[in-house]
């Protein structure tokens, strides 16, 4: 059974940092590109970041400079570092595991960052 169980979340000031995790069983995690996406009330679903299986690097121009997304293989684990929080990072945050060999994805089933003065 495949499981990702995202953790991590909470409720941060503006400026803060928060530091989400991802931990993947059941699946071929290092042949699996891992990534986040997040969803604020009424808009789109958006790319935060993701990192390959070679442990190459994506990150939106939104959060750019301020979110970073290391992956532990040995942990089964992704992580989304996320500082200098903005009111506009307040969103469901959602992990997701790509199998490049059986071509699906899998998806969490979120976690939600508050950002609140």
């Known amino acids: 059974q495949v499981q990702l169980v995202e953790s991590g979340g909470g409720l941060v000031q503006p400026g803060g940092s928060l530091k989400l995790s991802c931990v993947a069983s059941g699946i071929a995690f290092t042949v699996s590109h891992m990534g986040w996406y997040r969803q604020a009330p009424g808009k789109q679903r958006e790319l935060v970041a993701l990192v390959t299986v070679g442990g190459s690097t994506n990150i939106a121009d939104s959060v750019r400079g301020r979110f970073t997304i290391p992956r532990d293989n040995a942990k089964n684990t992704v992580y989304l570092q996320m500082n200098s929080l903005k009111l506009e990072d307040t969103a469901d945050y959602y992990c997701?595991?790509?199998?490049?060999?059986?071509?699906?994805?899998?998806w969490g089933q979120g976690t939600q960052v508050t950002v609140s003065s």
């Open positions: 997701y595991a790509h199998q490049t060999v059986a071509r699906y994805t899998y």
